[in-house]
């Protein structure tokens, strides 16, 4: 039982990293060997899958689950988070241009402090003494790997305005940050296909906008075929895969467990492209793999839990369900502790927070 959990939370992770290989992969050979640099073309097309998938979905069903309803309610908020989320995968994509890949890799990390904060300030996480062990570990296998890059000399990007790349990572990292945790609150006590569908319609919106604005020229240049095609199809495939499938993740696990997963991705595309490119290999990069997940497990061994005060205790209930006539009993614990595996409520003392 424990086992399995802890090995199916690490599985479940280890799934969106290799979609993120797949994001990473397509999009490489797109602007290397077709010279098709279209990052916000390739995010528009994402946003519509979502739209046509998620959106409809909502559009169709009846009473407060609405797609009216929802917008009534807190439109300005999803209109934010659209635009967070837009802004997130496009900062760190143009942050390529200006620093190399192993800046990017490294300063990327910086997501996980920004989840953690968010983390124990909005959804009242608290962490346990192992869990900064995990992360600590995770964020040296991550280190390990940037070393490997220097040795075997794999430096590839420009490094002329190195700062603003930098910058333009830690920018884009941060609101990833906001965007996981938010994603996190919205899924454990609203929906995924709430928040799925709210992205879809926001975040086609306004990268259509940016799109008409900043990439039409770029996508007149590209040479259409069936090549290229395949490749814009298999990037769609792979990050609305991510998207969809990542508030289950988050749902299972957390938004920093999900975030700790993710520091593999680098590794999967390196090791693909050892075969694809001829890297050079350096054992250090196994090492590396071995770390993070050695750093994930210890994460993963043990609950979090939430601190429990009385005046944020509402907020954390399902606000669909009765709010009033519920006994204090087991069956209302899961909308408000919420655990790294699942709901091991019983396990565990709650240590109340005053």
């Known amino acids: 039982g424990r086992d399995m959990d802890l090995l ?7 799934v969106l990293s290799l979609l993120i290989c797949g994001i990473g992969l397509t999009s490489k050979y797109l602007s290397e060997d077709f010279h098709a640099n279209t990052p916000v073309f390739q995010s528009f097309l994402n946003y519509i899958l979502l739209f046509l998938v998620y959106t409809t979905t909502l559009a169709v069903r009846q009473g ?8 009534k309610r807190r439109w300005w908020k999803y209109m934010i ?3 967070i989320d837009i802004e ?5 994509v143009k942050a390529y241009q200006y620093t190399t890949l192993t800046s990017v890799q490294l300063l990327d990390c910086f997501v996980i402090p920004v989840v953690i904060l968010l983390s124990w300030f909005f959804l009242l996480v608290r962490y346990k003494a192992v869990h900064f062990i995990g992360i600590v570990v995770c964020i040296l296998g991550m280190g390990c790997m940037a070393g490997a890059d220097v040795l075997v000399g794999r430096q590839q990007g420009a490094g002329e305005n190195k ?12 609101l990833y940050g906001i965007s996981n945790v938010c994603e996190e609150y919205i899924v454990r006590n609203l929906s995924r296909v709430e928040f799925l569908g709210m992205i879809g319609l926001f975040g086609s919106f306004f990268s259509g906008i940016q799109l008409a604005i900043m990439e039409h020229k770029e996508l007149l240049k590209v040479p259409w075929d069936w090549q290229i095609g395949l490749l814009y199809v298999g990037f769609s495939a792979c990050m609305f895969g991510l998207y969809s499938f990542m508030p289950v993740v988050i749902k299972k696990t957390s ?4 975030n700790l997963s993710l520091l593999t991705a680098d590794l999967y595309s390196l090791f693909c492209g050892l075969f694809l ?17 050695v750093g994930l497990m210890l994460y993963s061994s043990t609950s979090t839990y939430v601190a429990q005060d009385p005046r944020v205790y509402k907020q954390f209930r399902n606000p669909s369900g009765p709010v009033v006539d519920l006994p204090a009993t087991n069956q209302m614990e899961p909308s408000v502790t919420y655990t790294s595996l699942g ?7 709650h240590v109340r927070v005053a």
């Not at 490119?277 to 997940?293: D, E, P």
């Not at 709901?343 to 003392?349: A, L, N, R, V, Y």
């Open 163 to 174: 700062l603003i790349g930098d910058l333009l990572v830690l920018g884009g990292a941060t």
């Open 343 to 349: 709901q091991e409520t019983e396990e565990e003392p």
């Open 64 to 71: 407060e689950e609405n797609l009216l309803a929802i917008l």
């Open 255 to 258: 938004a920093t467990a999900v």
């Open 277 to 293: 490119f001829h890297y050079k290999f350096s054992g250090l990069y196994l090492l590396s793999f071995f770390t993070i997940l």
């Open 8 to 14: 199916l939370s690490v599985a479940l992770g280890q």
């Open 81 to 83: 988070l659209g635009i």
């Open 88 to 92: 997130a995968n496009y900062l760190v």
